[in-house]
């Protein structure tokens, strides 16, 4: 079990940028496929953007493809999120997720992923 801890949501104002920073406890970090999913309220969970083991194998959602990059630091047990060009229906609660057993097929599934963070809030004002 990975245990994930959620930072640097806040408050910005549309075409702004934040960073989102998911430290990892846990020794299985490295071998397993990492992604970010947000939720607005009154919305179903979705699928912002995810990478696999391999940090060259990223995926995006096609709302955010172009304006958000992931990336991840083993050596540090971090995943990041860079948002730029923030947008107001960028607004949601932003978790991490690490699944092991990901694979291309399902790594836009919420279902794939075992471990959640708390979750972190990002607000984008027009």
């Known amino acids: 079990q990975v245990q994930l801890v959620e930072s640097g949501g806040g408050l910005v104002q549309a075409g702004g940028s934040l960073r989102l920073s998911c430290a990892a406890a846990g020794r299985t970090f490295s071998n397993g496929g990492m992604a970010w999913f947000r939720q607005a309220p009154g919305k179903e969970r979705e699928f912002v953007a995810a990478?696999?083991?391999?940090?060259?194998?990223?995926y995006y959602a096609d709302s955010v493809k172009g304006r958000f990059t992931i990336s991840r630091d083993n050596t540090k047990k971090t995943l990041y999120l860079q948002m730029n060009s923030l947008k107001p229906e960028d607004t949601a609660v932003y978790y991490c997720?690490?699944?092991?057993?990901?694979?291309?097929?399902?790594?836009?599934?919420?279902?794939?992923?075992?471990?959640w963070g708390q979750g972190t809030q990002v607000t984008v004002s027009s």
């Open positions: 997720a690490v699944g092991m057993g990901v694979i291309t097929s399902t790594v836009r599934a919420a279902s794939a992923y075992g471990s």
């Open positions: 990478i696999h083991r391999t940090p060259s194998h990223t």
